[in-house]
């Protein structure tokens, strides 16, 4: 999946070799596992070592399916009860989080849901357990949000750009 959606890798060898989404997503699977099985502590160390090599920060907890792709990698944030779907791609800057922190939420839905075949570009920020981005979305640079998307949707921010002649001031 790596190879197959970026057209700068020029072999499998080179991903396993070279990305740190790659590295990162392996010890997410590993740690999830361990999480599951009741070793948070470990877990955590996993996902926190490779949070150090990367910039990615996965929580072992999160629900990720097959295949997963981060392109670029760093500064990704996934929080721990975040469900992601199966082929999905996002890119650096990444945040997957809860729209507030108190301790009285553990144990709640606090992140989003992204559904099945989600594209999501780079320092976008989707809040909130109860968003979801349905399936086939693409979610574009720089979005914050912190509501649901329909599936097939394309959620972009538009911004205005100005340019002056500084000769002319």
């Keep these: 999946f790596f190879f197959a959606n970026d057209p700068a890798c020029s072999s499998v060898s080179e991903v396993i070799a070279a990305y740190p989404g790659f590295f990162a997503v392996c010890c997410y699977r590993i740690a999830h596992q361990l999480f599951r099985l009741g070793y948070p502590l470990v877990a955590r160390m996993v996902t926190e070592n490779a949070h150090s090599k990367t910039g990615v920060d996965i929580h072992p907890g999160a629900h990720i399916g097959c295949p997963f792709f981060i392109d670029h990698a760093t500064g990704v944030v996934i929080g721990e009860t975040t469900r992601i779907g199966d082929r999905v791609i996002i890119y650096q800057g990444v945040t997957l989080g809860a729209l507030r922190v108190a301790k009285q939420l553990h144990g709640t839905k606090r992140h989003p849901t992204v559904e099945d075949d989600c ?49 002319r001031d």
């Design 119 to 167: 594209i999501i570009y780079a320092n976008a920020t989707i809040l909130g357990g109860d968003t979801v981005i349905g399936e086939k979305s693409i979610i574009g640079g720089n979005v914050w949000l912190a509501q649901s998307v329909k599936p097939n949707s394309s959620v972009y921010h538009e911004s205005i750009m100005t340019t002056k002649d500084r000769d």
